[in-house]
């Protein structure tokens, strides 16, 4: 009896955008797709755009015989270049489209990638804004969408239209209930493209020196997307994010098994001082994360010197709540984890900021909840010329 698992092979390179993989990667895991994450390096670990460290499941170079029903490839620079330079992933991607599979590319990669290997020639396709006269020159019909489906070929423009990307692929592969049902759960937001808003209660202004000093805690099955987002977002406002790992290894496998690598363990900055700490979810990460008393401990001191903290997804509801962080504050959290909040009042914001605490839902509002962060240290404007940034 033929298998009904569909498969999906995303590469990766030194200069992926570590958030278009990231989200492909997670909500192509949610759809049920069996996905490979290959390395087109020497070796499975790649650094990534700002300073994230990926981990692979393997090298390209041992599946070239392999089939998949959908190749997929981020974009990122230098990484997009390197994907266009590597010809056994050119020769997949060829008889991919020979052979009538799926291909599918996002932000540079199908310009530099798909177009530059003749997959595009009259084809309606899209790109990252600055990459849109390339895809015109490889003979494609450059359009402006934010998805863009042209036969067995799909396109997508940047970060923040990678999980509508992402939703489009699993409806090709699996079907529109199955895609439904995946976007339900991550909350998606309802006006893609429209400017952001978060709700705000009791202004306050969150203050630095110099530049902010933020750290982002991860824990085995945090929500990936949630992590990379902050750290990606935080990190091209010029903030000083460091990533550090609850437990004893700095590689991190999230909650759609997708491989994190942390800076430092927590436990080396426990005694270090942050203008902001900032919690990523998952069901299981979030619990993870309310159990390690070091950082329990380093919140309720943020809190005590009110100094800002956040968390989004189950965070707010398992780690926040039970220590007594969110007394006398509005917040939301994921729906499945809402009841666990004592004021549900605010449940179905997208994003609240009560004061010092910023919360959020899903991985669906991650980058607005990300950008949140940004205009509250460093104003509407600079959050709005990163939201257009990144196509959000």
């Known amino acids: 009896m033929a298998s009904s698992t569909k498969t999906v092979l995303i590469p990766i390179a030194h200069g992926t955008e570590p958030l278009e993989a990231v989200a492909m990667i997670t909500v192509l895991r949610r759809g049920g797709a069996d996905v490979t994450v290959a390395s087109v390096e020497t070796q499975v670990g790649v650094d990534a755009c700002h300073g994230i460290k990926m981990v692979?499941?393997?090298?390209l170079s041992?599946?070239?015989d392999s089939v998949f029903d959908l190749i997929v490839l981020p974009g990122g620079l230098p990484g997009g270049e390197t994907l266009k330079n590597c010809k056994p992933l050119e020769n997949m991607v060829k008889k991919q489209d020979s052979d009538g599979r799926l291909n599918a590319a996002i932000c540079?990669?199908?310009a530099l990638a798909l177009g530059t290997w003749g997959l595009l020639e009259g084809k309606k396709a899209t790109g990252y804004p600055v990459f849109m006269e390339k895809l015109a020159a490889t003979c494609a019909t450059a359009v402006e969408s934010r998805v863009q489906i042209d036969g067995r070929i799909v396109t997508s423009r940047g970060p923040g239209t990678t999980i509508e990307f992402s939703i489009t692929l699993i409806e090709q592969l699996f079907g529109k209930e199955k895609a439904d049902e995946v976007s339900s759960i991550l909350l998606l937001r309802p006006n893609p493209g429209e400017e952001f808003t978060f709700t705000e209660l009791n202004q306050t202004n969150w203050?630095?020196?110099?530049t902010p000093q933020i750290l982002v805690p991860i824990a085995e099955d945090s929500e990936e997307i949630e992590a990379i987002a902050l750290v990606d977002?935080?990190?091209r406002a010029k903030a000083n994010v460091v990533i550090a790992a609850v437990g004893n290894s700095l590689e991190v496998v999230g909650s759609r098994k997708a491989k994190l690598v942390a800076e430092v363990?927590?436990?080396?900055?426990?005694e270090k001082s942050f203008d902001l700490i900032v919690l990523p979810g998952g069901l299981n990460g979030a619990p993870r994360l309310a159990s390690c008393e070091k950082l329990v401990n380093m919140l309720k001191k943020q809190a005590e010197a009110n100094k800002p903290y956040g968390g989004i997804c189950a965070s707010p509801a398992y780690v926040f709540e039970?220590?007594?962080?969110?007394?006398?504050?509005k917040a939301t959290t994921h729906p499945v984890a809402s009841d666990k909040l004592?004021?549900?009042s605010h449940i179905e914001h997208r994003v609240v900021v009560d004061g010092n605490v910023i919360t959020s839902r899903a991985p669906g509002t991650a980058m607005e909840f990300s950008l949140a962060i940004v205009e509250k240290f460093y104003g509407r404007e600079k959050a709005l010329q990163l939201a257009k940034a990144t196509l959000v």
């Open 56 to 59: 692979a499941d393997t090298l």
């Open 62 to 64: 041992d599946i070239t």
């Open 108 to 110: 540079c990669a199908p």
């Open 207 to 210: 203050s630095f020196e110099d």
């Open 233 to 235: 977002i935080l990190r």
């Open 265 to 270: 363990l927590l436990d080396e900055v426990a």
């Open 322 to 329: 039970p220590n007594g962080l969110l007394k006398g504050k």
């Open 342 to 344: 004592s004021d549900k």
